[in-house]
């Protein structure tokens, strides 16, 4: 053992460091803990949550053209979309469309496949429910997202 | 006040200035219940403060928040946790002795709160100053060992016995560690004259030789000048830094917590134990921490006085740079500022406090802390309660040093091995404690 070691053994520098580092977390600006509810995380930007069918904000109407690719590419096929001919226009119309969030694994192949961009997986993340029922979304609850509590601070 | 009031007052008040001498039997009889009702009280709420305290600056060291929703801060935490303590199912294991594992909890309890009569909180703020003082608290504190025994077999469980015997070969392996300290330090007490020197300072009391006194030793440190910290530099300085690890291996605290090893214990004696006698446990914990943490504070820290303080005894005076009316003011001002900074933290805290309606309660609340910590400064300043209070808040003041570093030291290091933990103290703490009584006995020759 050289000298310089020994030193640091019989000094207890080593333990002194440790202390001096524990004592330094102690500034709160150190905490990592969020407190959810009321402080809300910042999700990824990639992140794959909650579907939504986008609708254009300035008429309220669905981007959705009805082409029913969405539900081809999904690989589990909990996708339903029915649609009706408008006879003036003769353009394809949605009447509804069902996400199933049950059995949904977030690969995000019905977003890619979406030819007008109003499918879209989003960063929210709160989707819990109190029925097996309540996890297959409609046309409306798809449009408005989930809409969790808010708490404040 | 009423004639009958003032000549009871009269009647107690009657008293020499050192704790148990007053007048007669009975006014010192009054005075000692007194004084044990306030520290069984004091000792109760600071075991609730450290609860609290431990797990928020652990929480803060490991980068973690702690108890937040009970109270503003989790401030209510540990009142919700003795509640839930004392409702939980009282359960005794069925093949356990009924009377032993009754009687561990309150052997440990009794042990840990009777040790505190001789504590000296200030030169007369004691329940009794027993001239084996110190022998005393050493010798009772190690009857806490036969609780944890006790507590070990009467459980009839593999693990509560495996734990019990490790903590407690533990324990004796490091009282002889901190024998060798205690004793080195009860050998400075003899120096410049030991007793003799306080017979001609007080007139009374002191052998010619040192004292074990709990009193006796902060008033050697008194009449030395110095504490025995920095006495011999740096023998004192060494004795302590035995002492204070074998006082964390003493009260089985991280790290040398290892009959709580979970991975190969559970939790170690207390394994069957749960609710109310559980937390008997607790509290005779955390009771003895600040036990021993105060017998170092009396032996190197020099007990209740403050920093620079200098001699004011009857018939001498030694004055110090750091002494004089001002400096003595200042420093008499410090606990009640204290008092003042704490309240404006909380003060703080409650015009932080969300505006909500769920949050009232808890304003209020934090308002009312906020407004009893102000009385209680404002209280401080009053001369009277200045002088006779200021020993107690030094003497807290460092005993409260103390258990932050048993938490500093929880959330740093990590623990010993078993037979890493009987090397230290066998091989390394016992050796250095004979080394350093030999050269203090050596170096007080001279003095």
């Known amino acids: 053992m050289t000298m310089k070691k020994l030193l640091r053994k019989v000094l207890l520098l080593d333990l002194l460091q440790g202390l001096s580092l524990t004592f330094r977390y102690q500034d709160p600006k150190e905490i990592y803990t969020e407190q959810y509810p009321l402080q809300r995380p910042e999700v990824a930007e990639r992140y794959r949550g909650a579907p939504r069918l986008n609708v254009n904000p300035d008429t309220n109407e669905t981007l959705c053209i009805a082409c029913d690719l969405c539900a081809l590419a999904c690989p589990e096929h909990l996708i339903v979309v029915t649609s009706e001919r408008n006879e003036k226009t003769r353009r394809k119309e949605l009447t509804t469309f069902t996400y199933d969030l049950s059995r949904c694994m977030f690969c995000g192949l019905c977003e890619d496949a979406c030819p007008t961009d109003a499918l879209e997986l989003t960063q929210d993340f709160e989707l819990a429910n109190y029925t097996r029922e309540g996890a297959i979304w409609d046309r409306q609850t798809l449009e408005q997202g989930p809409q969790p509590t808010v708490y404040k601070k | ?447």
Not at chain 2, 182 to 194: C, P
Not at chain 2, 340 to 366: C, D, E, N, S, Y
Not at chain 2, 368 to 384: K, N
């Open chain 2, 1 to 447: 006040m009423p004639q009958w009031l003032q000549s009871v007052v009269d009647y107690v008040t009657k008293s020499n200035n050192t704790p148990g001498w007053y007048a007669d039997p009975v006014a010192s009889a009054i005075w000692a219940l007194i004084y044990i009702i306030l520290i069984f009280t004091g000792v109760s709420i600071a075991v609730i403060a450290m609860n609290w305290l431990e797990r928020k600056i652990l929480a803060h060291m490991q980068v973690r928040l702690g108890p937040m929703r009970v109270g503003p801060h989790g401030l209510l935490q540990p009142i919700a946790d003795a509640l839930k303590l004392l409702i939980k199912e009282d359960i005794m294991p069925d093949q356990a002795d009924k009377v032993v594992f009754w009687l561990a909890p309150v052997t440990i309890v009794i042990t840990a709160f009777t040790v505190y009569i001789v504590i000296p909180f200030g030169p007369t703020h004691a329940v009794t100053d027993m001239n084996i003082g110190l022998l005393f608290m050493l010798g009772v504190s190690s009857i806490g060992v036969l609780g944890i025994i006790m507590a070990g077999w009467a459980s009839n469980s593999h693990y509560p016995l495996m734990g019990s015997l490790r903590s407690s070969a533990q324990m004796v392996s490091y009282e002889i560690a901190m024998g060798m300290a205690v004793v080195s330090a009860v050998l400075m007490t003899s120096f410049k004259g030991g007793g003799n020197f306080f017979r001609q300072i007080y007139g009374t009391g002191g052998a010619s030789v040192g004292t074990l006194s709990m009193i006796g030793i902060v008033r050697a440190q008194e009449a030395q000048q110095t504490w025995f910290l920095f006495k011999f530099f740096p023998l004192g300085l060494i004795a302590f830094f035995i002492f204070a690890v074998a006082m964390v291996a003493e009260t089985n605290r991280a790290p040398f917590d290892l009959p709580e090893a979970e991975s190969e214990l559970v939790a170690g004696f207390h394994t069957e134990y749960s609710g109310f006698r559980w937390s008997l446990f607790f509290l005779a914990e955390y009771a003895a921490m600040i036990a021993v943490s105060s017998i170092a504070v009396t032996l190197w820290l020099g007990g209740w006085m403050r920093p620079f303080a200098s001699l004011h005894g009857p018939n001498v005076e030694i004055p110090n740079y750091w002494s004089g009316g001002a400096i003595d003011l200042a420093f008499a001002l410090v606990p009640a500022l204290t008092f003042f900074v704490l309240a404006l933290f909380a003060f703080i805290g409650t015009v932080r406090m969300p505006k909500h309606r769920a949050f009232r309660v808890q304003t209020i609340g934090l308002a009312g802390f906020a407004l009893a910590l102000g009385f209680i400064g404002l209280v401080l300043l009053e001369p009277h309660v200045r002088d006779r209070v200021q020993d107690i808040f030094w003497f807290s003041l460092k005993v409260a040093v103390f258990m932050y570093m048993y938490i500093w030291y929880r959330g740093t290091f990590p623990r010993y091995r078993f037979d890493q933990l009987m090397h230290l103290g066998w091989k390394f703490m016992i050796p250095t404690g004979i080394a350093v009584l030999i050269l203090t006995a050596a170096l007080g020759l001279g003095s």
